[in-house]
Protein backbone atom coordinates (compact mmCIF):
# COMPACT_ATOMS: atom_id res chain seq x y z
CA UNK A 1 0.00 0.00 0.00
CA UNK A 2 1.36 3.86 -0.75
CA UNK A 3 2.22 5.94 2.32
CA UNK A 4 -0.20 7.12 4.62
CA UNK A 5 -0.85 9.94 7.64
CA UNK A 6 -1.08 7.11 9.82
CA UNK A 7 2.05 5.33 8.86
CA UNK A 8 3.83 8.44 8.89
CA UNK A 9 2.73 9.19 12.56
CA UNK A 10 3.44 5.90 13.76
CA UNK A 11 6.88 6.31 12.24
CA UNK A 12 9.28 6.51 15.09
CA UNK A 13 11.88 8.35 13.71
CA UNK A 14 9.55 11.45 12.72
CA UNK A 15 7.72 11.90 16.20
CA UNK A 16 4.96 13.49 14.51
CA UNK A 17 2.24 14.29 16.36
CA UNK A 18 -1.70 14.60 15.50
CA UNK A 19 -2.83 17.72 16.61
CA UNK A 20 -6.65 17.75 14.56
CA UNK A 21 -8.09 15.35 11.75
CA UNK A 22 -7.34 12.29 13.55
CA UNK A 23 -10.20 10.01 11.83
CA UNK A 24 -8.78 10.80 8.41
CA UNK A 25 -5.09 9.73 8.94
CA UNK A 26 -5.84 6.55 6.19
CA UNK A 27 -5.82 8.82 3.66
CA UNK A 28 -2.81 7.76 0.98
CA UNK A 29 0.20 10.77 0.35
CA UNK A 30 1.16 11.28 -2.86
CA UNK A 31 4.26 13.30 -1.91
CA UNK A 32 5.44 15.90 0.59
CA UNK A 33 5.81 19.45 -0.31
CA UNK A 34 7.39 22.31 1.63
CA UNK A 35 5.87 25.81 0.67
CA UNK A 36 5.77 28.65 2.72
CA UNK A 37 3.63 30.51 0.25
CA UNK A 38 0.65 32.40 1.29
CA UNK A 39 -1.67 31.27 -1.25
CA UNK A 40 0.41 27.25 -2.52
CA UNK A 41 -2.84 25.98 -4.04
CA UNK A 42 -1.60 27.04 -7.56
CA UNK A 43 1.44 24.70 -7.27
CA UNK A 44 -0.61 21.53 -5.69
CA UNK A 45 -1.39 18.77 -7.79
CA UNK A 46 -3.98 16.65 -4.88
CA UNK A 47 -2.43 14.06 -2.34
CA UNK A 48 -0.15 16.23 -0.70
CA UNK A 49 1.33 16.37 2.67
CA UNK A 50 2.01 20.32 2.90
CA UNK A 51 4.74 21.13 5.15
CA UNK A 52 4.85 24.97 6.64
CA UNK A 53 6.75 27.01 9.18
CA UNK A 54 4.13 29.64 8.87
CA UNK A 55 6.74 32.36 7.59
CA UNK A 56 4.69 34.16 5.57
CA UNK A 57 1.89 33.35 7.30
CA UNK A 58 -0.65 34.81 9.75
CA UNK A 59 -1.11 31.72 11.73
CA UNK A 60 -3.03 33.81 14.69
CA UNK A 61 -5.58 35.45 13.06
CA UNK A 62 -8.71 32.69 12.67
CA UNK A 63 -9.98 34.29 9.45
CA UNK A 64 -6.75 34.31 7.64
CA UNK A 65 -6.70 30.55 8.58
CA UNK A 66 -9.92 29.91 8.00
CA UNK A 67 -9.15 30.81 4.49
CA UNK A 68 -6.09 28.74 4.47
CA UNK A 69 -7.07 25.62 5.38
CA UNK A 70 -10.11 25.88 3.47
CA UNK A 71 -8.36 26.76 -0.14
CA UNK A 72 -5.83 23.86 1.08
CA UNK A 73 -8.83 21.24 1.14
CA UNK A 74 -10.19 22.38 -2.26
CA UNK A 75 -6.83 21.73 -3.97
CA UNK A 76 -6.86 18.19 -2.45
CA UNK A 77 -3.90 18.60 -0.06
CA UNK A 78 -4.32 15.71 2.64
CA UNK A 79 -2.15 17.18 5.30
CA UNK A 80 -0.56 20.18 6.79
CA UNK A 81 2.47 19.65 8.49
CA UNK A 82 3.64 22.74 11.11
CA UNK A 83 7.04 22.53 12.06
CA UNK A 84 7.41 23.89 16.07
CA UNK A 85 9.98 25.97 17.34
CA UNK A 86 11.04 27.79 14.26
CA UNK A 87 8.27 31.11 13.78
CA UNK A 88 5.92 29.54 16.96
CA UNK A 89 6.91 27.27 19.92
CA UNK A 90 3.30 25.49 19.71
CA UNK A 91 0.86 25.58 16.71
CA UNK A 92 -1.39 28.59 16.83
CA UNK A 93 -5.09 27.97 18.08
CA UNK A 94 -6.42 29.76 15.13
CA UNK A 95 -4.81 27.19 12.55
CA UNK A 96 -5.64 23.82 14.82
CA UNK A 97 -9.39 25.14 14.98
CA UNK A 98 -9.68 25.74 11.40
CA UNK A 99 -7.78 22.37 10.66
CA UNK A 100 -10.71 20.95 13.05
CA UNK A 101 -13.33 22.53 11.60
CA UNK A 102 -12.20 21.66 7.54
CA UNK A 103 -11.48 18.48 8.63
CA UNK A 104 -7.74 18.47 7.63
CA UNK A 105 -5.36 16.46 9.72
CA UNK A 106 -2.61 18.18 11.07
CA UNK A 107 0.25 16.95 12.39
CA UNK A 108 2.91 18.69 14.31
CA UNK A 109 6.50 18.04 13.46
CA UNK A 110 9.04 18.92 16.13
CA UNK A 111 12.43 21.28 15.75
CA UNK A 112 14.58 18.23 15.50
CA UNK A 113 12.73 16.38 12.76
CA UNK A 114 14.09 17.77 9.80
CA UNK A 115 11.68 18.29 6.89
CA UNK A 116 13.63 16.22 4.48
CA UNK A 117 13.31 13.45 6.82
CA UNK A 118 9.56 13.95 6.31
CA UNK A 119 10.28 13.79 2.22
CA UNK A 120 12.52 10.71 2.62
CA UNK A 121 10.16 8.75 4.36
CA UNK A 122 7.72 9.65 1.92
CA UNK A 123 9.60 8.73 -1.22
CA UNK A 124 10.94 5.82 0.44
CA UNK A 125 7.48 4.27 1.30
CA UNK A 126 6.26 4.88 -2.60
CA UNK A 127 9.42 3.28 -3.73
CA UNK A 128 8.85 0.19 -1.59
CA UNK A 129 5.17 0.21 -2.62
CA UNK A 130 5.53 0.81 -6.31
CA UNK A 131 8.62 -1.83 -5.88
CA UNK A 132 6.01 -4.51 -3.82
CA UNK A 133 3.55 -3.69 -6.64
CA UNK A 134 5.95 -4.16 -9.70
CA UNK A 135 7.31 -7.95 -8.12
CA UNK A 136 3.68 -8.76 -7.34
CA UNK A 137 2.84 -7.66 -11.24
CA UNK A 138 5.41 -10.52 -12.40
CA UNK A 139 4.33 -12.93 -9.88
CA UNK A 140 0.87 -12.51 -11.92
CA UNK A 141 2.37 -12.53 -15.06
CA UNK A 142 4.54 -15.57 -14.57
CA UNK A 143 1.14 -17.12 -12.65
CA UNK A 144 -1.10 -16.40 -15.81
CA UNK A 145 1.58 -17.72 -18.71
CA UNK A 146 1.98 -20.66 -16.70
CA UNK A 147 -2.23 -21.34 -16.78
CA UNK A 148 -1.98 -19.80 -20.34
CA UNK A 149 0.32 -22.08 -21.07
CA UNK A 150 -1.30 -25.63 -18.94
CA UNK A 151 -4.90 -24.66 -18.61
CA UNK A 152 -5.68 -22.51 -21.62
CA UNK A 153 -7.76 -19.34 -21.71
CA UNK A 154 -9.72 -20.45 -18.96
CA UNK A 155 -7.36 -21.02 -17.06
CA UNK A 156 -6.11 -17.46 -17.74
CA UNK A 157 -9.20 -16.41 -16.93
CA UNK A 158 -9.29 -18.47 -13.31
CA UNK A 159 -5.54 -16.93 -12.02
CA UNK A 160 -6.94 -12.89 -13.41
CA UNK A 161 -9.93 -13.37 -11.06
CA UNK A 162 -8.20 -14.13 -8.34
CA UNK A 163 -5.18 -11.50 -9.57
CA UNK A 164 -7.74 -8.51 -9.17
CA UNK A 165 -9.98 -10.31 -6.80
CA UNK A 166 -12.89 -9.79 -9.18
CA UNK A 167 -14.02 -11.67 -11.82
CA UNK A 168 -13.46 -11.89 -15.98
CA UNK A 169 -14.73 -12.82 -18.68
CA UNK A 170 -13.47 -13.97 -22.77
CA UNK A 171 -15.78 -12.96 -25.83
CA UNK A 172 -15.20 -14.15 -28.87
CA UNK A 173 -15.32 -12.33 -32.38
CA UNK A 174 -19.31 -12.38 -32.40
CA UNK A 175 -19.30 -10.89 -29.05
CA UNK A 176 -20.39 -13.97 -27.24
CA UNK A 177 -19.56 -15.00 -24.32
CA UNK A 178 -16.65 -17.70 -24.37
CA UNK A 179 -15.49 -18.20 -20.97
CA UNK A 180 -15.83 -16.85 -17.29
CA UNK A 181 -14.17 -16.75 -14.16
CA UNK A 182 -15.97 -17.97 -11.39
CA UNK A 183 -18.69 -19.21 -12.86
CA UNK A 184 -21.23 -17.43 -11.56
CA UNK A 185 -19.85 -14.46 -13.47
CA UNK A 186 -21.39 -16.01 -16.80
CA UNK A 187 -24.88 -14.09 -16.32
CA UNK A 188 -23.13 -10.59 -15.48
CA UNK A 189 -20.57 -10.85 -18.21
CA UNK A 190 -23.72 -12.28 -20.79
CA UNK A 191 -25.57 -8.47 -19.92
CA UNK A 192 -22.35 -6.53 -21.31
CA UNK A 193 -22.53 -8.24 -25.14
CA UNK A 194 -24.09 -4.64 -26.11
CA UNK A 195 -20.93 -2.39 -24.77
CA UNK A 196 -18.52 -5.46 -26.00
CA UNK A 197 -19.85 -5.13 -29.91
CA UNK A 198 -19.70 -1.07 -29.59
CA UNK A 199 -16.01 -1.18 -28.40
CA UNK A 200 -15.26 -3.68 -31.03
CA UNK A 201 -16.69 -1.28 -33.55
CA UNK A 202 -13.28 0.51 -32.95
CA UNK A 203 -9.62 -0.34 -34.26
CA UNK A 204 -7.77 -2.32 -31.61
CA UNK A 205 -6.31 -1.57 -29.33
CA UNK A 206 -9.41 -0.03 -27.63
CA UNK A 207 -10.65 -0.23 -24.24
CA UNK A 208 -13.35 1.07 -21.99
CA UNK A 209 -14.75 2.01 -18.27
CA UNK A 210 -18.08 0.90 -17.72
CA UNK A 211 -20.33 0.18 -14.59
CA UNK A 212 -21.20 -3.47 -13.96
CA UNK A 213 -25.18 -4.33 -15.07
CA UNK A 214 -27.32 -2.83 -11.94
CA UNK A 215 -24.24 -0.80 -10.73
CA UNK A 216 -22.82 -4.01 -9.26
CA UNK A 217 -19.18 -3.30 -9.91
CA UNK A 218 -16.64 -1.49 -12.00
CA UNK A 219 -15.53 -3.26 -15.40
CA UNK A 220 -12.71 -2.84 -17.94
CA UNK A 221 -13.53 -4.08 -21.27
CA UNK A 222 -10.63 -4.00 -23.73
CA UNK A 223 -10.05 -5.12 -26.99
CA UNK A 224 -8.07 -8.22 -27.72
CA UNK A 225 -6.21 -8.71 -31.55
CA UNK A 226 -3.81 -6.55 -33.51
CA UNK A 227 -6.22 -6.09 -37.01
CA UNK A 228 -8.33 -3.44 -37.80
CA UNK A 229 -11.46 -5.49 -36.64
CA UNK A 230 -11.07 -6.70 -32.63
CA UNK A 231 -11.25 -10.74 -32.58
CA UNK A 232 -12.21 -11.31 -29.18
CA UNK A 233 -12.76 -8.97 -25.95
CA UNK A 234 -11.88 -9.37 -22.16
CA UNK A 235 -13.95 -8.25 -19.58
CA UNK A 236 -12.50 -7.62 -16.11
CA UNK A 237 -14.85 -6.56 -12.87
CA UNK A 238 -13.99 -5.43 -10.28
CA UNK A 239 -15.84 -3.57 -6.56
CA UNK A 240 -13.01 -0.52 -7.40
CA UNK A 241 -10.58 0.70 -9.69
CA UNK A 242 -7.61 -1.39 -10.14
CA UNK A 243 -4.33 -0.81 -8.50
CA UNK A 244 -1.03 -1.13 -9.77
CA UNK A 245 -0.23 -4.65 -9.23
CA UNK A 246 -4.15 -5.76 -10.45
CA UNK A 247 -2.86 -3.33 -13.57
CA UNK A 248 0.02 -5.63 -14.29
CA UNK A 249 -1.77 -8.59 -14.16
CA UNK A 250 -5.02 -7.26 -16.69
CA UNK A 251 -1.90 -6.05 -19.17
CA UNK A 252 -0.36 -9.80 -19.04
CA UNK A 253 -3.67 -11.11 -19.56
CA UNK A 254 -4.49 -8.65 -22.59
CA UNK A 255 -0.89 -9.51 -23.91
CA UNK A 256 -1.39 -13.43 -23.64
CA UNK A 257 -4.82 -13.42 -24.67
CA UNK A 258 -4.03 -11.23 -27.49
CA UNK A 259 -0.78 -13.80 -28.86
CA UNK A 260 -3.56 -16.63 -28.50
CA UNK A 261 -5.82 -14.60 -30.38
CA UNK A 262 -2.74 -13.63 -33.26
CA UNK A 263 -1.54 -17.57 -33.50
CA UNK A 264 -5.67 -18.97 -33.49
CA UNK A 265 -5.75 -16.42 -36.49
CA UNK A 266 -2.80 -17.95 -38.33
CA UNK A 267 -4.03 -21.75 -37.73
CA UNK A 268 -7.24 -20.73 -38.72
CA UNK A 269 -6.16 -19.07 -42.27
CA UNK A 270 -3.59 -22.85 -42.65
CA UNK A 271 -7.47 -24.74 -41.64
CA UNK A 272 -8.77 -22.76 -44.49
CA UNK A 273 -6.35 -23.57 -46.89
CA UNK A 274 -6.83 -27.00 -45.80
CA UNK A 275 -10.76 -26.39 -46.21
CA UNK A 276 -10.29 -25.01 -49.25
CA UNK A 277 -8.22 -28.42 -51.02
CA UNK A 278 -10.79 -30.50 -49.09
CA UNK A 279 -13.37 -28.57 -50.78
CA UNK A 280 -12.20 -28.99 -54.12
CA UNK A 281 -11.67 -32.64 -54.04
CA UNK A 282 -15.17 -32.75 -53.34
CA UNK A 283 -16.60 -31.02 -56.39
CA UNK A 284 -14.19 -32.99 -58.45
CA UNK A 285 -16.03 -36.26 -57.29
CA UNK A 286 -13.02 -37.39 -54.89
CA UNK A 287 -14.47 -37.63 -51.13
CA UNK A 288 -12.33 -40.60 -50.68
CA UNK A 289 -9.38 -38.17 -51.04
CA UNK A 290 -11.40 -34.96 -49.62
CA UNK A 291 -11.64 -37.40 -46.45
CA UNK A 292 -8.07 -38.04 -46.15
CA UNK A 293 -6.69 -35.00 -46.16
CA UNK A 294 -9.75 -33.19 -43.56
CA UNK A 295 -8.49 -36.01 -41.53
CA UNK A 296 -9.71 -35.27 -37.76
CA UNK A 297 -10.67 -31.36 -39.02
CA UNK A 298 -13.32 -31.79 -40.81
CA UNK A 299 -13.69 -35.58 -41.00
CA UNK A 300 -16.63 -35.78 -38.63
CA UNK A 301 -18.02 -33.37 -41.09
CA UNK A 302 -17.74 -35.33 -43.84
CA UNK A 303 -19.69 -38.58 -42.47
CA UNK A 304 -22.67 -36.87 -41.92
CA UNK A 305 -25.30 -35.22 -43.81
CA UNK A 306 -24.47 -31.38 -44.48
CA UNK A 307 -25.34 -28.24 -46.16
CA UNK A 308 -23.42 -26.41 -48.62
CA UNK A 309 -24.01 -22.40 -48.46
CA UNK A 310 -22.87 -20.08 -50.78
CA UNK A 311 -23.12 -16.38 -50.43
CA UNK A 312 -22.19 -13.19 -52.24
CA UNK A 313 -21.53 -9.79 -50.58
CA UNK A 314 -19.06 -7.10 -49.97
CA UNK A 315 -16.31 -7.40 -47.70
CA UNK A 316 -17.86 -6.32 -43.84
CA UNK A 317 -20.98 -8.57 -44.64
CA UNK A 318 -18.89 -11.42 -45.39
CA UNK A 319 -16.57 -11.08 -42.65
CA UNK A 320 -20.11 -10.58 -40.30
CA UNK A 321 -20.97 -13.99 -41.58
CA UNK A 322 -17.80 -15.85 -41.13
CA UNK A 323 -17.61 -14.69 -37.47
CA UNK A 324 -21.50 -15.77 -36.72
CA UNK A 325 -20.93 -19.23 -38.75
CA UNK A 326 -17.64 -20.07 -37.00
CA UNK A 327 -18.26 -18.72 -33.75
CA UNK A 328 -22.09 -20.84 -33.62
CA UNK A 329 -19.89 -23.97 -34.64
CA UNK A 330 -17.12 -23.47 -32.15
CA UNK A 331 -19.96 -22.85 -29.37
CA UNK A 332 -21.50 -25.79 -30.16
CA UNK A 333 -18.18 -27.77 -30.54
CA UNK A 334 -19.32 -28.67 -34.41
CA UNK A 335 -17.08 -28.34 -37.20
CA UNK A 336 -17.52 -26.27 -40.13
CA UNK A 337 -15.65 -25.80 -43.44
CA UNK A 338 -15.34 -21.88 -44.16
CA UNK A 339 -13.73 -21.08 -47.53
CA UNK A 340 -13.61 -17.46 -48.69
CA UNK A 341 -13.11 -17.01 -52.32
CA UNK A 342 -13.26 -13.01 -53.23
CA UNK A 343 -16.32 -11.99 -52.31
CA UNK A 344 -17.70 -15.12 -52.29
CA UNK A 345 -18.11 -17.11 -49.40
CA UNK A 346 -18.68 -20.84 -49.43
CA UNK A 347 -19.70 -22.74 -46.36
CA UNK A 348 -19.97 -27.09 -45.47
CA UNK A 349 -21.87 -27.27 -42.47
CA UNK A 350 -23.23 -29.57 -40.76
CA UNK A 351 -27.49 -30.23 -41.29
CA UNK A 352 -29.21 -29.12 -38.85
CA UNK A 353 -26.48 -27.88 -36.59
CA UNK A 354 -25.43 -24.65 -34.84
CA UNK A 355 -23.81 -22.95 -38.27
CA UNK A 356 -26.28 -23.41 -40.53
CA UNK A 357 -28.83 -21.62 -37.64
CA UNK A 358 -26.58 -18.81 -37.78
CA UNK A 359 -26.67 -18.27 -41.21
CA UNK A 360 -30.46 -18.28 -41.27
CA UNK A 361 -30.36 -15.93 -38.24
CA UNK A 362 -27.63 -13.51 -39.50
CA UNK A 363 -29.88 -12.83 -43.19
CA UNK A 364 -32.70 -12.46 -41.14
CA UNK A 365 -31.74 -9.53 -39.60
CA UNK A 366 -29.72 -8.16 -42.94
CA UNK A 367 -33.62 -8.58 -44.67
CA UNK A 368 -34.89 -7.16 -41.47
CA UNK A 369 -32.35 -4.01 -41.92
CA UNK A 370 -33.57 -3.65 -45.53
CA UNK A 371 -36.98 -3.46 -44.35
CA UNK A 372 -36.48 -0.74 -41.76
CA UNK A 373 -37.39 2.43 -42.98
CA UNK A 374 -34.89 4.12 -41.07
CA UNK A 375 -32.25 2.38 -42.28
CA UNK A 376 -32.36 3.37 -46.19
CA UNK A 377 -29.38 2.40 -47.49
CA UNK A 378 -29.56 -1.00 -45.68
CA UNK A 379 -30.76 -2.58 -49.01
CA UNK A 380 -27.34 -1.51 -50.71
CA UNK A 381 -25.38 -3.91 -48.66
CA UNK A 382 -26.38 -6.83 -51.27
CA UNK A 383 -26.15 -9.63 -49.29
CA UNK A 384 -27.25 -12.86 -51.05
CA UNK A 385 -27.05 -16.11 -49.76
CA UNK A 386 -28.18 -19.53 -50.93
CA UNK A 387 -28.00 -22.91 -49.25
CA UNK A 388 -28.91 -26.18 -50.54
CA UNK A 389 -30.78 -29.48 -49.58
CA UNK A 390 -28.93 -31.75 -47.33
CA UNK A 391 -26.29 -34.01 -48.83
CA UNK A 392 -23.54 -36.08 -48.37
CA UNK A 393 -19.49 -36.45 -49.79
CA UNK A 394 -20.64 -38.21 -53.23
CA UNK A 395 -23.41 -35.76 -53.71
CA UNK A 396 -21.04 -32.53 -53.16
CA UNK A 397 -20.90 -31.44 -56.22
CA UNK A 398 -24.59 -31.17 -57.11
CA UNK A 399 -25.03 -29.58 -53.53
CA UNK A 400 -22.92 -26.63 -54.42
CA UNK A 401 -24.89 -26.27 -57.84
CA UNK A 402 -28.16 -26.12 -55.79
CA UNK A 403 -26.48 -23.64 -53.37
CA UNK A 404 -25.61 -21.64 -56.49
CA UNK A 405 -29.18 -21.68 -57.76
CA UNK A 406 -30.65 -20.51 -54.48
CA UNK A 407 -28.30 -18.13 -54.78
CA UNK A 408 -29.06 -16.61 -58.40
CA UNK A 409 -33.01 -17.40 -57.22
CA UNK A 410 -32.32 -14.81 -54.39
CA UNK A 411 -31.08 -12.36 -56.08
CA UNK A 412 -33.89 -12.29 -58.59
CA UNK A 413 -36.06 -12.03 -55.90
CA UNK A 414 -34.30 -9.43 -54.40
CA UNK A 415 -34.10 -11.80 -51.38
CA UNK A 416 -31.20 -12.18 -48.53
CA UNK A 417 -31.14 -15.98 -48.58
CA UNK A 418 -33.35 -18.90 -50.36
CA UNK A 419 -33.07 -22.00 -49.63
CA UNK A 420 -32.91 -25.04 -52.25
CA UNK A 421 -35.55 -27.08 -50.68
CA UNK A 422 -38.08 -24.04 -51.14
CA UNK A 423 -37.74 -24.45 -54.81
CA UNK A 424 -38.23 -27.80 -55.11
CA UNK A 425 -40.99 -28.15 -53.08
CA UNK A 426 -42.74 -24.79 -54.41
CA UNK A 427 -44.14 -24.02 -57.80
CA UNK A 428 -42.32 -23.13 -60.87
CA UNK A 429 -44.46 -19.83 -61.44
CA UNK A 430 -43.05 -17.52 -59.25
CA UNK A 431 -39.45 -18.21 -61.36
CA UNK A 432 -41.68 -16.27 -64.63
CA UNK A 433 -41.43 -12.82 -62.11
CA UNK A 434 -37.45 -12.73 -63.80
CA UNK A 435 -37.45 -9.60 -66.30
CA UNK A 436 -35.89 -11.23 -68.88
CA UNK A 437 -38.74 -13.88 -68.72
CA UNK A 438 -41.57 -11.19 -69.30
CA UNK A 439 -39.79 -9.84 -72.01
CA UNK A 440 -39.97 -13.05 -73.23
CA UNK A 441 -43.08 -13.10 -72.85
CA UNK A 442 -43.97 -10.01 -73.90
CA UNK A 443 -42.40 -10.16 -77.13
CA UNK A 444 -44.12 -13.49 -78.01
CA UNK A 445 -47.35 -12.71 -77.44
CA UNK A 446 -47.71 -8.91 -78.51
CA UNK A 447 -48.40 -9.92 -81.91
CA UNK A 448 -51.86 -11.18 -80.52
CA UNK A 449 -52.46 -8.45 -78.44
CA UNK A 450 -52.14 -6.11 -80.93
CA UNK A 451 -54.56 -8.48 -82.97
CA UNK A 452 -57.64 -8.28 -80.08
CA UNK A 453 -56.99 -4.35 -79.23
CA UNK A 454 -58.05 -4.06 -83.61
CA UNK A 455 -61.51 -5.60 -81.79
CA UNK A 456 -60.92 -8.54 -84.99
CA UNK A 457 -61.63 -11.08 -82.45
CA UNK A 458 -59.81 -12.26 -79.09
CA UNK A 459 -57.44 -14.56 -79.68
CA UNK A 460 -55.30 -14.00 -76.15
CA UNK A 461 -58.40 -15.71 -74.54
CA UNK A 462 -58.84 -18.11 -76.79
CA UNK A 463 -55.89 -19.58 -76.72
CA UNK A 464 -55.63 -19.10 -72.61
CA UNK A 465 -58.87 -21.29 -72.48
CA UNK A 466 -57.78 -23.72 -75.36
CA UNK A 467 -54.46 -24.56 -73.88
CA UNK A 468 -56.10 -24.48 -70.22
CA UNK A 469 -58.05 -27.46 -71.31
CA UNK A 470 -54.56 -29.64 -73.11
CA UNK A 471 -56.46 -28.61 -76.49
CA UNK A 472 -59.26 -30.31 -76.21
CA UNK A 473 -62.04 -28.36 -78.69
CA UNK A 474 -65.57 -29.04 -76.65
CA UNK A 475 -64.74 -27.98 -73.48
CA UNK A 476 -62.63 -24.95 -74.04
CA UNK A 477 -65.27 -23.84 -76.58
CA UNK A 478 -68.07 -24.57 -73.90
CA UNK A 479 -65.77 -22.51 -71.68
CA UNK A 480 -65.62 -19.19 -74.05
CA UNK A 481 -69.01 -19.80 -75.25
CA UNK A 482 -68.40 -20.38 -78.89
CA UNK A 483 -68.70 -22.87 -81.38
CA UNK A 484 -66.13 -25.17 -81.51
CA UNK A 485 -65.69 -24.19 -85.28
CA UNK A 486 -64.67 -20.69 -84.45
CA UNK A 487 -62.17 -21.86 -81.86
CA UNK A 488 -60.97 -23.99 -84.81
CA UNK A 489 -60.85 -20.50 -86.73
CA UNK A 490 -59.06 -18.39 -84.10
CA UNK A 491 -56.83 -21.67 -83.52
CA UNK A 492 -55.69 -21.45 -86.69
CA UNK A 493 -54.81 -17.36 -86.64
CA UNK A 494 -53.08 -17.50 -83.70
CA UNK A 495 -50.68 -20.16 -85.63
CA UNK A 496 -50.87 -17.87 -88.52
CA UNK A 497 -49.94 -14.58 -86.77
CA UNK A 498 -47.22 -15.99 -84.64
CA UNK A 499 -45.40 -18.79 -87.59
CA UNK A 500 -45.42 -21.28 -84.84
CA UNK A 501 -47.58 -24.91 -85.01
CA UNK A 502 -50.01 -25.48 -82.22
CA UNK A 503 -49.11 -28.94 -82.73
CA UNK A 504 -45.72 -28.83 -81.36
CA UNK A 505 -45.62 -29.01 -77.47
CA UNK A 506 -42.76 -27.28 -76.91
CA UNK A 507 -44.74 -24.33 -78.27
CA UNK A 508 -47.54 -24.86 -76.74
CA UNK A 509 -45.72 -25.02 -72.84
CA UNK A 510 -43.73 -21.68 -74.22
CA UNK A 511 -46.94 -20.07 -74.99
CA UNK A 512 -48.64 -21.23 -71.74
CA UNK A 513 -45.31 -19.78 -69.37
CA UNK A 514 -45.64 -16.58 -71.34
CA UNK A 515 -49.50 -16.05 -70.25
CA UNK A 516 -48.92 -17.41 -67.34
CA UNK A 517 -45.78 -14.14 -66.62
CA UNK A 518 -48.22 -11.81 -68.02
CA UNK A 519 -51.00 -12.80 -66.31
CA UNK A 520 -50.83 -9.58 -63.59
CA UNK A 521 -50.43 -6.92 -66.55
Known amino acids: ?60 DPEAMRKYVKRLVGAGVVGLGFAVGV ?5 PKALVDAAEREGLPLLEVPRRTPFLAISKAVSAAIAADQYRAVTAGFAAQRELTRQALNAGPEGLLTALAAQVDGWAALYDASGAVVATAPEWAGRRAARLTAEVERLRERPAPASSVVGGPDNEDRVELHSLGTGRRPRAALAVGTASALGTAERYAV ?12 RSRSLHAAEQRVGAAVLRMLLAGQPDHARGVAGD ?54 DGGAAVAATVEYAAAREAARAAPEQPDAADDD ?65 LYEHDATGRGDLVASLRAWLSRHGQWDAAAADLGVHRHTLRYRMRRVEEILGRSLDDPDVRMELWLALKATAGE
Open 251 to 262: HSAIALLTLTTE
Open 297 to 350: LYGGLLDAPFRMIVADAGGELLAGLTEAVESAAARSGEAVLVVPEGERLVVLAA
Open 87 to 91: NYDEI
Open 383 to 447: LVVGLSAPSGPIAAAAAYKQAEQALSVARRRGRVLVEHDQLASGSVLPLLADDAVKAFADGLLRP
Open 1 to 60: MPPTLASLVHHSALKLTVRAGEDRLDVPVRWAHVSELADPVPYMEGGELLLITALKLDAE
